[in-house]
């Protein structure tokens, strides 16, 4: 593929006002959407589509009883309609054409979209040290050509960093913005989820976003992930409230992550209100998949399908 590079400029206006001030800026350029309807959002009684994150299996995928390629297949025989991949379990296949054609195959023959991959373990790319902030952008990089070879739509991304808040997010918008050029040579976006740290409190992200102002850089809203500070035994010692933060989030979404962990009797979430969610999902504008990402204790497989079939339920009932 011959691409076209560009280079990314802070422009010191856009952060004064965007970043410092908290104020919304138009992003710039165009952007691959994946969404799941060409129509109006506001249909009544509209669904969305329903995709399966590999997260959801991970303990099958650590522990060797289930392959990446398997992961694939099982999505298309439980009927999800898409696929959201994690870059540590093809980590050394990024580059590997052959690999990544072979997951093309399989995908077209089971009937499901590509949609992401989410990246982790490749730096920060909000890192106040700018050697490595640069060091993580390339590394991003080839998970950028790997999602176009796929035709996924995006790429999620984490904005993390140490040090103070505003100083982290300036490293972010650099990061983010140098990272969101380049993809855009191929058409695909690049997405942060509320992740921890600074990146579960909405607001900042959302300052992020307005920082780097381009129409390809957005956002994944998970509905969990909203602690901001833990203790060293890992317990949250400041969260930000999931619904207000999936709300503020949603307008700049390209995917959503739906989290879920237990259930009751009822094949309710036992922490998360998946009504409440899609209520919000639904009053937004966004049209895309929303991807299943089961995390609990229970069978995987039974807690994917416990989850999507509480999906299901919630889009009918709101």
């Known amino acids: 593929m011959i691409v076209k590079r560009r280079r990314f400029f802070i422009d010191s206006a856009v952060l004064a006002s965007c970043t410092i001030m908290g104020l919304g800026c138009k992003p710039t350029g165009e952007a691959k959407t994946g969404n799941s309807s060409s129509s109006g959002h506001n249909e009544e009684n509209k669904l969305y589509k329903i995709s399966l994150a590999q997260w959801s299996f991970h303990n099958a995928l650590q522990s060797g009883r289930m392959t990446h390629l398997d992961f694939i297949r099982k999505a298309g025989n439980l009927n999800f309609e898409g696929v959201e991949y994690v870059n540590r379990f093809f980590f050394d296949k990024a580059l590997n054409k052959g690999f990544l054609q072979e997951m093309n195959t399989i995908a077209q023959g089971e009937g499901l979209n590509q949609l992401l991959i989410m990246v982790d373990d490749e730096g920060h790319l909000a890192d106040t040290d700018p050697v490595r902030r640069a060091r993580a952008i390339f590394n991003h990089k080839k998970w950028v050509e790997a999602a176009a070879e796929l035709d996924c739509h995006s790429i999620r991304v984490n904005c993390s960093g140490e ?156």
């Not at 060293?232 to 700049?252: A, F, I």
């Open 163 to 318: 040090g103070a808040s505003s100083e982290v997010a300036l490293s972010g918008i650099q990061g983010l913005g140098e990272l969101a050029y380049f993809a855009m040579d191929y058409d695909i976006n690049i997405l942060v989820e509320n992740h921890g740290g600074y990146s579960s409190d909405a607001q900042w992200l959302n300052n992020v976003m307005a920082g780097v102002n381009l129409a390809n850089c957005g956002t994944l809203p998970d509905f969990d992930n909203f602690c901001i500070e833990e203790d060293s035994d890992g317990q949250c010692l400041k969260s930000y409230d999931r619904y207000k933060g999936v709300k503020e989030l949603l307008p700049l979404a390209k995917a959503v992550s739906a989290k879920s962990y237990a259930f009751d009797k009822d094949g309710n979430e036992t922490t998360i209100d998946f009504f409440r969610m899609m209520r919000i999902i639904k009053d937004s504008s966004y049209d895309g998949f929303i991807g299943v990402e089961f995390e609990g204790d229970m069978d995987e497989e039974k807690g994917v399908l416990a989850t999507r079939d509480l999906l299901l339920k919630a889009m009918k009932a709101t």
